[in-house]
């Protein structure tokens, strides 16, 4: 056993991650070991506690030590292992002239370590020399603007650089120091044990050169990770089950969030993109992005309209309604300023300035509760916060660090400064994690793993495409393609000529008249063929379950406008989507708003046959009664008529329609959570023509993708006089006023009718068709209104959360028509035991309810909850086929006073852990757990 002294804070060379050893130095110093056939002891401390402690000999050995001819007195050396360079650092979007000598950092704010050995000869320089306490402190300042250059280790800087993802700093060459610029690392050994020392110089001779250069790589560039990648994902038989049966999944990306996620010319770009894009292809994943802005996909989120949300950090009080992967990506939060006389040290500071915030923000309450609201404007999205900075409208933005810099860049903002970074306990900086709504949870684990495979090189590409200082988003040219050879040999031997179909009546997005292919994909086919030399023929259909035929039997080599389904990938590629329309319900004018599809119950929504949601609109709400029609004409029709509730299409198609046909009688009642990613399709068997449309779709610039996504919105439709319709609409006016003292006479038992109707459509839009308890729109309705009646009663609030013991076992067993039965006998059992007034029932979903309600002495809702527990484990569930079911509950509750700063969340959180804790100590029991206690 050799002990042998490392330094215990010296990133990425020695470093403890919890009582283990790690860094560059410590894995070479395990190749020692291991060719040396050792066994070292590390033992840890700052550089003079182990130095002293090796020359009293207390230790046999020391690593990371320098020759110097003092030290050669009294320690023996091994050749150097490796050599710490000192470099200048700079930030890549900021000019630096080049550097040949110390003189040439004349002018330059230029940071250094306090103390660092160098710091001398550039103080007798007489330049403008900025210290700091540590090498992380240093790389910060630098990215933070606070500095022109930095001076210090090139391995520990790059190494601090890309953990704090601040990938946007560069080194700008060697530091001018002469003899100071190199410090060699070596073992060393008390003079006189020779034979230590040789066996290791022979450790270390048995390293391979290569094997070094892959350990330094691994921690200059990658933080230790193995630069090695696995070739498949390995996931459990349960994982991939659970993946196969799971159907496309919608995710959130938030469409201002630049460089994370962003919306250009009808595409989502972003790091958050490209990151949820890789882990798609890892886990076979089909994704649907959705569109929005935080407090729109925050909601969407809650109530299961979208499965994922991306740019999400990790808050306590999110875990009622998401599960978390790891963190992706982690920024700093900064105070961006254009006033030069702020001096920020803590937010404090910022008391009597103007400051702006993102609505909804993580830390917003932190900071409302600091510094109050009087001088404080929040903003739903980020591009008009930093216009209100540039008009001098506020005075400080407080923003993470990347996205403030993208912004300041994008709207050409001059003079701003970065003050200082926020710190708040417990707000360290933003960690970029994907949120999945609850009953995905298994998901949550998959994506971990997913993430923890990509590998490191893939991880820095990403990153240093998107943060950057020169990643911007970049038009191409718009101009004429120059075709490869292979393209080229292509084009040539089918002349040039590509076989179109689409769909004959999606105006205005395509269709065909008089034999013509028009709208929207018309236009950009025309785009292609002037840059290209292309020539698009197209083949007949009269609807588009013809074309989708067509294009299986080979008849058409390309749809210029379709959405990417599994389905359709069997025989269709895909280029990258160009344009990107709002899917939208449509109902007629008397319908109600509907806040999810699953509000419309098993009543009949149209949805043209063959179209790309009807296939994913199955997978993802398999009871929605979704019928197929032949063409936006007839399903409007059909929903005009009544013969349909509801009718899915685009907002594009929408307005159109309504327009050229009159149907002022219809209106859109619901936005579908996902939106109509619009690609071009080439047939699967031809990879050439998908390259060649994949580099057209590429060559369309931001102007021509925003030019297109205008031509459906600024859509009018022309007014033609038609005087046979004027005769017919003449006539018809003199039989309906003839009609009018028959109808006014009824109108009194109309309105009648009409009002009750009102009344039971507003009940039934908060009931569960099948318990007849409240629905989930009934609880995001009546939850927050009784706890704060509890709040300003300052009476105790309770939230119990009821599921179902083993109910996939009924369902297995028995057939889903029997657990529906046995779930309305559990119904029944709930309205019996708690009928009081501010008794409140729900069905959250599937075979889990919520109560709650008001209470004087929490006993007594604890007792109310073992009774019905208890009565619903001695009523058996009868069913049709004759069975008797024995049910169990396990109930979660949590209870307490309402906090004037509480919120109804934390209730729902705490129940959902006390159900967990009920399920995990074997089930058909309660848990209860008070809010402002710790358990």
Known sequence: MITIGVVADNEPYTFFEGRTPTGFSIDVLREVARNANLTFDFRAGSWPDIYAAFLRGDLDAIDGISWRPERAEKILFTEPYHFREVYLMRDSARYLPPIQNLTDLEGLRIGV?????????????????????????LVRALAFGWVDVAVGPRLTMEYLANRAGFRFLEMAGPAPLDQLSREDFRLGVRMGDQALLDRLQAGLDAIPASRLSNLRERWQEFGGVSTERSARL????????????LGPVRVGFMDDYAPFSFTDGGRTLGLSVDVMDRLADLTGLQIIPVRGQWDELIPMLQNGDIDIMANMSYRPEREAFARFTEPYHTIPNVIFTRSDSLNYTRLEDLRNYRLAIGAGIYYEEAVKEILGTKNLLTFSTQEPMFHALAKGDVDVVINALHSGNYWIHELGISGVRIAGELVLPGFTGEDLRFGIRPTLSPLADILNQALASIS???????????????????????GRIEWNETEADWLQQHNRRVRICVDPDWSPLEAVENGQHVGLSAQVLELFRERGDLNFELVPTDSWRESIDAARDRRCDMFPMAMETPERTSYMNFTTPYLEVPNVIMGRIEAPFIERLSDMGDRPVGVVDGYAFAELLKQRYPSLQ?????SEQEGLRQLQNSKLAGYITTLATASYYMQSLGLADLKVIGRVPADWSLAIATRNDEPILHNIMQRLVSSLTREERENLESTWRNLRIEERVDYTRFWQILIAGLVITALLVYWNRKLGRLNRELADANEALSRLSVTDNLTQLGNRSYFDREFPHSFQWCQRHKTGFAVAMVDADHFKKINDTWGHEAGDQCLQALADVMREHFRRETDRLSRFGGEEFIIFTSYEDASDIMERLERFRAAVANRQCDTCQGSAIELTVSIGLAYGVPKPTGSPAEYLRLADQALYAAKGNGRNRLEARQTGRKT
């Open 626 to 630: 979704l019928v197929p029609v032949g």
């Open 234 to 245: 390995p996931l459990s038989s349960e994982q991939l089950q659970f993946l196969a049966t």
């Open 456 to 478: 490191p090189t893939e991880q820095r590409t990403i990153e240093t495409r998107w943060l950057g200082a020169t990643a911007r988003r970049a038009d191409q040219s718009g």
């Open 113 to 137: 370590v306090e103390n660092i050995y160098y710091l001398d000869r550039l103080q007798d320089e007489d330049l403008t020399i900025q210290t700091y306490d540590t090498l992380p402190s």
